[in-house]
């Protein structure tokens, strides 16, 4: 069998055509911790892909993933979700919950008991586009379970990409207000190379940026972000105190679509003028293609870093705008430019 996913995505959609039976009155399906796990991961995704599903629950087996999932659709604790075809491209059904995993969730105690599913359905009700980006939050996901699969030192301690969970009011220096900051993804990651010591725990949060942002709203996220941990606000949140503030740090990852629009945002917040003055290693930056394909590799550049590449030179951020394309200017970070590991 092909191993594309779209094909396999239309096979198995032929097939569940063939052979699917409505469950007779009073049939049921025994539900295992595997199938509470994909409903958590749904409720708090929202929508999925097979392929994605496959890689995250089932191992990366997608046949198994497809035989359980015609399964719970079938006994309606799962919903697929028609995406419009764009002229000439066919694309994969998006996967949901219905209300019995809801209903399951909450007997598990797998949900707070002041959510309703009337307050699921208005969030599974957003625009295409808004789960289009989830879809993509959990993309990265996916990358990050390869990732530390391969890894001996790493271990995923956790990734959520439910923002509620992580939430907090955000202080914009330039708005001289405050807004609540929705991070894309929360993940924590420990990195144990001595036996000797405790595992090095890294918390993370992700911003995935579709360029429909501008830059100074990218910098108001990491005015945010940089008074959230100098405010003590987010050692609070983890047990300790707000003067425990060195002792929860944490790193704020911007995935963006391009080199061109990294090195935009490393720009701006490289500036020697910028109020308050960012902590450099507190905000990475890298492409969409470089954290899909080796999240856990040398693709990470932060302000210190483009501030060293373009000191000096025509494109150095204290006297430097970027108001348009400036190929030379990529090419220079592409060639000099240090590239960095995100743990170990």
Request: net charge positive.
């Amino acid at each position: 069998m092909s191993r594309d996913p779209i094909l396999q995505d239309r096979a198995l959609s032929a097939r569940r055509k063939r052979h699917a039976r409505r469950p007779e009155r009073g049939e049921r399906v025994e539900l295992n911790k595997r199938d509470l796990a994909l409903f958590h991961g749904l409720f708090e995704a929202r929508v999925m892909l097979r392929e994605q599903i496959a890689e995250l629950f089932f191992d990366g087996s997608y046949d198994a993933a497809g035989k359980r999932l015609q399964k719970l659709m079938n006994y309606r604790y799962l919903r697929e979700r028609r995406v419009g075809d764009r002229r000439g491209e066919y694309l994969p059904r998006w996967i949901s919950l219905a209300e019995p995993a809801f209903v399951a969730l909450r007997a598990a105690g797998l949900v707070e008991a002041r959510f309703t599913w009337d307050a699921v359905k208005n969030r599974l009700a957003s625009s295409a586009s808004s789960l289009a980006h989830d879809l993509d939050v959990v993309d990265l996901w996916c990358a990050f379970v390869r990732a530390i699969d391969a890894s001996r030192d790493h271990t995923l301690k956790d990734f959520s990409t439910w923002p509620y969970h992580y939430q907090f009011d955000a202080i914009s220096p330039r708005r001289n207000g405050s807004s609540i900051l929705l991070p894309d993804a929360f993940a924590v990651i420990e990195y144990d190379d001595d036996s000797e010591f405790s595992p090095f725990a890294s918390p993370l949060f992700f911003e995935w940026d579709r360029s429909t942002e501008g830059r100074t709203v990218l910098c108001d996220k990491a005015a945010g972000y940089d008074h959230f941990y100098r405010s003590g606000k987010f050692a609070e949140r983890c047990g300790g105190t707000r003067k425990d503030v060195e002792a929860y740090p944490f790193r704020t990852i911007f995935a963006v679509k391009t080199e061109e629009r990294r090195n935009n945002l490393l720009e701006e917040l490289a500036r020697p003028q910028r109020r308050p003055q960012l902590i450099a290693d507190q905000f990475w930056c890298t492409t969409w293609e470089e954290i899909r394909a080796d999240p856990l590799g040398a693709i990470y550049l932060h302000s210190d870093d483009y501030r060293a590449v373009t000191k000096g030179s025509m494109y150095d951020p204290a006297r430097f705008v970027t108001k348009q394309r400036v190929i030379h200017r990529d090419e220079l970070v592409r060639e000099k430019a240090v590239k960095r590991r995100l743990i170990g």
